[in-house]
């Protein structure tokens, strides 16, 4: 803090919407801003109810913060009202002018070709409605009349509120190994997820990040097609406890083992400051529920320690349940 980037470090679906709404509740965000389209869903748990947030920024758990769209994501419309509507942040919720809108000839598009067919993609349709907005033909936020009570100057907002020193989160999506530049291409997302980018979305200089808190989960899982190192069978997954189903299209996740090698590439291509590590107690079950680092058992100590020494970098969070308060925050 003041100014934070979550950055994912695999295929995405590491839990970052864990770690935004643990943020948001303990550090008292001011500005909790999301990037990226509606084809990331963030799960949040909080007061035994489950989100699955394709539009609202995720430190919406925490009542006093201002949520922010920003100026290089895309805007789903619908979804985004439906959100606002579930969430109830009518007030404190703006997007940027200038983000682009992705509508529903996207959708089709994408659901038709075959090309994106062997992607494997969500069908959301942002691959084409990032196409338009290259080609830029795409449409604006200023431009669709039932936006017009969000519509803000949120590049403009963010670096004043940074200047005040308030606390912001930038929040990424997806994970470094769907970025269009460093990913597993073509297997890929349609923008880059790295740190960098997601500073460049929302239009705050490089120097003024103070922490980039990568998160990786304790074992890896990938929707869609593409490599996956040290990928196990369906039956494999269930028996380990790593099984999981996409939050936002419900398909089967593809489950593979921790990778050093990967969990290095990401922390250093996006400059990573802190690690949190999500879902330790499907790795070790005795960790469920722990919320101090001298109570977990002497094996899962020695994984996190190892993570530290490949990396160079501090595993700060550990997450062993799915609250957001189910949290190990080393910080303190
Ligand atoms: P698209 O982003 O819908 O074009 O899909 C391209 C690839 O990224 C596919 O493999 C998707 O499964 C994957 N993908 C996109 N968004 C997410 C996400 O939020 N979590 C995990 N995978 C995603
Ligand atoms: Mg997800």
């Known amino acids: 803090?003041?100014?934070?980037?979550?950055?994912?470090?695999?295929?995405?679906?590491?839990?970052?919407?864990?770690?935004?709404?643990?943020?948001?509740?303990?550090?008292?965000?001011?500005?909790?801003?999301?990037?990226?389209?509606?084809?990331?869903?963030?799960?949040?748990?909080?007061?035994?109810?489950?989100?699955?947030?394709?539009?609202?920024?995720?430190?919406?758990?925490?009542?006093?913060?201002?949520l922010l769209i920003a100026p290089g994501s895309n805007v789903h419309?619908?979804?985004?009202?439906?959100?606002?509507?579930?969430?109830?942040?009518?007030?404190?919720?703006?997007?940027?002018?200038?983000?682009?809108?992705?509508?529903?000839?996207?959708?089709?598009?994408?659901?038709t070709s075959a090309h994106l067919k062997g992607i494997g993609t969500t069908g959301w349709g942002v691959g084409p409605a990032i196409e338009e907005r290259v080609r830029r033909t795409a449409k604006l936020a200023k431009e669709i009349s039932e936006l017009k009570p969000y519509l803000a100057d949120v590049s403009t907002e963010i670096n004043q509120a940074l200047d005040e020193n308030k606390k912001v989160l930038l929040e990424g999506t997806q994970g470094l190994l769907l970025s269009l530049y460093h990913g597993t291409y073509p297997y890929v997302t349609s923008r880059d997820t790295?740190?960098?980018?997601?500073?460049?979305?929302?239009?705050?200089?490089?120097?003024?990040?103070?922490?980039?808190?990568?998160?990786?989960?304790?074992?890896?899982?990938?929707?869609?097609?593409?490599?996956?190192?040290?990928?196990i069978t369906k039956e494999e997954a269930i028996k380990q406890g790593w099984f999981e189903t996409a939050a936002g299209t419900g398909r089967d996740r593809r489950?593979?083992?921790?990778?050093?090698?990967?969990?290095?590439?990401?922390?250093?291509?996006?400059?990573?400051?802190?690690?949190?590590?999500?879902?330790?107690?499907?790795?070790?079950?005795?960790?469920?529920?722990?919320?101090?680092?001298?109570?977990l058992p002497k094996d899962a100590i020695a994984f996190i320690e190892n993570i530290e020494k490949q990396t160079h970098v501090p595993v700060t969070l550990v997450g062993t349940g799915p609250d957001a308060l189910d949290l190990i925050d080393r910080r303190k």
């Open 77 to 111: 419309v619908a979804q985004f009202l439906k959100e606002v509507e579930e969430t109830a942040v009518h007030k404190r919720i703006s997007i940027d002018n200038q983000a682009s809108i992705i509508e529903e000839k996207h959708s089709n598009q994408d659901k």
């Open 255 to 295: 489950a593979a083992p921790f990778n050093l090698e990967l969990a290095k590439k990401a922390t250093a291509l996006n400059g990573a400051t802190q690690i949190a590590l999500t879902k330790l107690d499907c790795l070790y079950p005795e960790s469920k529920g722990t919320k101090t680092y001298d109570q």
């Open 1 to 66: 803090m003041p100014c934070t980037i979550i950055a994912g470090g695999f295929w995405g679906d590491e839990g970052k919407g864990k770690i935004i709404s643990y943020l948001a509740l303990n550090d008292k965000l001011d500005y909790c801003v999301r990037t990226g389209s509606v084809n990331a869903a963030h799960t949040i748990w909080y007061q035994r109810r489950r989100y699955a947030l394709h539009m609202v920024p995720g430190g919406f758990v925490y009542d006093k913060c201002r």
């Open 194 to 231: 790295s740190a960098s980018a997601i500073c460049s979305e929302a239009g705050i200089g490089p120097t003024r990040i103070n922490q980039v808190i990568v998160v990786l989960k304790s074992f890896i899982t990938r929707v869609g097609t593409g490599p996956l190192p040290g990928e």
